[in-house]
């Protein structure tokens, strides 16, 4: 066993603090790297504070994580000591099932094991996630990172940009589309990015006056002010799609309204309470309100490849290790453009 350093919280909602653990020596199949860089996703403070319920403690955070190769094992063909490397939102999954075989490992029909707060396939052994020194996981799921980008704004792309990425891939979101972004935050700012990226024309949608230039900034066509009626109603039948990203509650309803017969509002974001939605939302107008989570390790390579050759990355705030907390009471205040990112250095 290595034995690795790490920011665990030691049970739900108590601050993190530093934890030595272990990881597995490498396998024949294994990849090992020290991490350089992690993100901070917002999700990390549901899971710390056990918002989801079935937390494992202690536990160490991140899945959004950049590093260098240090060990390949014997069988290992995509790696070598030296190169770059990535982990996202999960580190294996049954690879048997139907969505495993279709590459889409992050909807595994007998459960993906998460990069941190999940089990390894035994079902027994916990994760630990990238607020910690060192990672080992399997080639197959650790990914290939461009040289060509600033490493630390690489970091949420492994989350807040498939995540993103993912929904506009399914639903072939390119030029001729109106495409509305709800919410400028982490995933928000990345969703405008690929989404203008594609061709759509993008509009921001928030209740925040002052995201209007950072909208703007990031490549956005149109901002709607949706605290204001008047807005909404000169919008409605407006978007062929919707990315909604946003994660504490919200009327779905009012959203709904603003779709084109046959137009999709897609959830990334996931608020703490159920919502209520009027069936009429959707029959009117044939609509679609559906979700998505992030994408297979086939589609995140593609994403990285995209991002290396369009030169997008996110846009971050470098931390250190110890300011975690800070980082998490600025974030609960959406306090961050757009994302934290620690780096590791100091840990």
């Known amino acids: 066993m290595i034995a690795t350093k790490g920011y665990a919280a030691p049970a739900a909602k108590t601050p993190l603090a530093p934890f030595n653990f272990e990881r597995r020596e490498p396998g024949p199949h294994d990849v090992q790297f020290d991490i350089l860089y992690c993100g901070v996703c917002h999700s990390d403070l549901h899971q710390v504070g056990d918002e989801w319920g079935h937390g494992i403690f202690p536990m160490v955070p991140g899945h959004e994580i950049v590093g260098r190769v240090t060990k390949v094992g014997s069988h290992v063909t995509k790696f070598k000591v030296g190169d770059l490397a990535g982990v996202g939102c999960m580190v294996d999954s049954c690879r048997k ?47 290939k990172i461009s040289d060509k980008l600033d ?44 989404a203008v990226s594609f061709g759509a024309e993008v509009t921001m949608l928030s209740t925040s006056p002052s995201k209007q230039t950072d909208a703007e900034k990031l490549g956005a066509h149109k901002f709607l002010l949706t605290t204001n009626p008047d ?56 609509k679609t309100l559906a979700g998505s ?3 297979g390790i086939e589609e995140t390579q593609e994403m990285l490849d995209y991002c290396a050759e369009h030169n997008i990355v996110s846009d971050i705030e470098l931390i250190d290790m110890n300011y975690i907390q800070k980082a998490y009471e600025r974030m609960l205040k959406a306090d961050v453009r757009y994302r934290f990112v620690i780096d590791m250095a100091t840990l």
């Not at 492994?158 to 935050?185: D, E």
């Open 293 to 295: 989570m992030i994408g």
């Open 151 to 194: 490493l630390a704004a690489v970091a949420p792309l492994l989350c807040a940009g498939i995540t993103t990425y993912s929904p506009l891939r399914h639903w072939k979101v390119g030029k001729g589309h109106k495409v509305a972004i709800l919410g400028l935050g982490g995933l928000g700012h990345m969703a405008v990015k690929f």
């Open 97 to 143: 099932c139907e969505n495993c075989a279709e590459g889409l490992e992050q909807y595994c029909l007998n459960g993906m094991s998460g990069t941190y707060n999940g089990y390894e396939q035994d079902k027994k052994t916990p994760t630990y996630g990238g607020y910690s020194n060192l990672m080992v996981v399997d080639e197959a799921y650790t990914l």
């Open 231 to 286: 807005n909404l109603k000169a919008a409605a039948a407006s978007f062929d799609f919707i990315i909604d990203t946003v994660s504490a509650e919200h009327d779905y309803n009012q959203y709904l309204a603003l779709l084109k017969t046959n137009g999709a509002m897609i959830c990334v974001g996931a608020p703490p309470t159920p919502s209520v939605i009027s069936s009429f939302s959707l029959i009117l107008g044939r």
